[in-house]
């Protein structure tokens, strides 16, 4: 376990701080190294972790940790204190789970007396994680209920405008903005940048649409992904609320006071649940990408993270045209585990307000829950996770993964918490362009 804390050490430390799960701008670095190098423990194994805590590079020699110990998102049912050894260590026994998920260690320290600063860390380790269910249940007309809305939302035809976006546009690639209509009712209209690669004179291209993360936003760094559009993929990325990404801040924030709840708007019942227009509106974009001239009428792919990981899911599950998926993370999966005494996924609904859950929501949200659509996923699937994430949560992603029948892979990135690496994001281009036929 020494020889593999000294090369974390190292690296992290040979990266400029690259480890990214700690507090940004903390002056004290975190090195936390379970004694399972994958981080994974059978049910009913013990976990130990090894734990360093460094300011300035030199070891915080003597500080007191205070810890506490509790299922994934859930309460300590653990606590106490230790002393680091004169090289900044201690190691800690944090028990085991006798059911299959997540434990989660969380430490801080405040070695200064003179300030009122604490650092905070924590890390998560997972017993049989490959045997999680969910707790969502599934409505008996699932496929039935979406049958129906896809059948009611073909009869607004395809209408939508495309205008040149000079600032994005390179010397590889064409920018467009593009204006989705919708037949609503609670979402009218979405905006995409839609890159489409230059090459050759009638050359054709596959394509990967791209929905977002959560929030009520405009479209951010569009030319972050840019290396799709440059490589020879048509990339759509898109925001879901009607928010054109020329607007103003303050217009935006207004749209933002408007819509901040859209995650339980309508919940009452699945048929006003604003999610619905959201889904459609999202395999909807499909359709356009279907008919550009550029589109090589096969190679039609999804990407996304959080809830661009859910709405890449479900948009897949939707429309059997899909030949590859690459999601983060997904949110809105197991949005009902809070009930079932585990964590829920993103938004976390009835974690604090257990009293929320009426058996209208509760059946409302069987019918948008990913667990469902990854059950029926057929094209080939990419996931990946982190298991340090508190926003969707290593057990949620479980869930979704060990439901998935299709062909799939998983890329675990045990440190990782609410983001991905650039390395990571680059993969997800290469496996897709690996599906293309």
Not at 31 to 48: C, E, F, I, K, N
Not at 164 to 182: C, E
Not at 384 to 404: A, K, L, M, R
Request: neutral net charge; aromatic residues 10%; hydrophobic residues 35%.
């Amino acid at each position: 376990m020494k020889r593999l804390f000294s090369a974390l050490l190292a690296g992290c430390m040979a990266t400029g701080v690259a480890m990214a799960n700690y507090p940004d701008r903390d002056d004290y670095l975190w090195v936390t190294v379970p004694d399972h190098a994958d981080w994974l423990y059978q049910s009913g194994d013990s976990a130990r972790i090894e734990v360093s805590v460094y300011r300035y590079g030199q070891p915080l020699s003597g500080a007191v940790l205070n810890y506490g110990i509790g299922p994934d998102m859930l309460d300590d049912d653990t606590t106490g204190t230790l002393k680091l050894d004169k090289d900044g260590r201690a190691v800690i026994n944090i028990g085991t789970m006798q059911v299959p998920g997540f434990r989660d260690l969380r430490l801080t320290t405040q070695p200064d007396p003179e300030s009122n600063a604490v650092s905070r860390h924590h890390v998560k380790v997972g017993f049989s994680p490959e045997k999680l269910k969910a707790h969502t249940g599934e409505p008996s007309d699932f496929d039935a209920f979406w049958a129906k809305a896809l059948e009611k939302d073909a009869k607004t035809p395809l209408s939508y405008t495309m205008e040149p976006s000079a600032k994005y546009t390179t010397p590889k690639m064409n920018a467009y903005l593009v204006k989705m209509n919708l037949p609503g009712p609670k979402v009218t209209e979405m905006y995409g940048y839609l890159f489409i690669p230059k090459g050759e004179p009638g050359q054709k291209f596959p394509a990967a649409f791209c929905p977002p993360g959560a929030g009520v936003k405009t479209i951010k760094d569009p030319l972050n992904h840019r290396y799709y559009g440059e490589g020879g993929m048509i990339r759509l990325e898109t925001e879901i609320h009607g928010v054109n990404p020329e607007l103003s801040e303050d217009s935006i924030a207004a749209i933002r006071k408007v819509r901040g709840g859209y995650l339980s708007d309508g919940w009452d019942s699945p048929e006003t649940y604003y999610m619905l227009d959201v889904y459609l509106g999202c395999r909807r974009w499909l359709d356009l990408l279907a008919q550009l001239p550029e589109f090589d009428g096969e190679n039609l792919f999804v990407q996304g993270g959080s809830q661009g990981g859910a709405l890449a899911i479900t948009t897949a599950a939707l429309d059997p045209r899909v030949k590859g998926c690459s999601a983060n993370h997904p949110a809105l999966s197991d949005m009902t585990g809070y009930l079932g005494d585990k964590t829920g996924g993103y938004p976390h609904h009835f974690r604090k307000n257990p009293s929320d859950a009426t058996p209208e929501r509760i059946k409302t949200l069987e019918y948008y829950d990913v667990v469902n659509f990854a059950k029926r996923l057929r094209c080939p699937v990419r996931m990946t996770w982190g298991y340090n994430d508190n926003t969707c949560p290593p057990t949620t992603s479980y869930e979704v993964y060990n439901v998935i029948t299709a062909p799939k892979h998983a890329l675990l990135t045990p440190l990782n918490e609410h983001w991905t690496s650039r390395a990571t994001e680059q993969g997800h281009y290469r496996w897709l362009k690996s599906l293309v036929k």
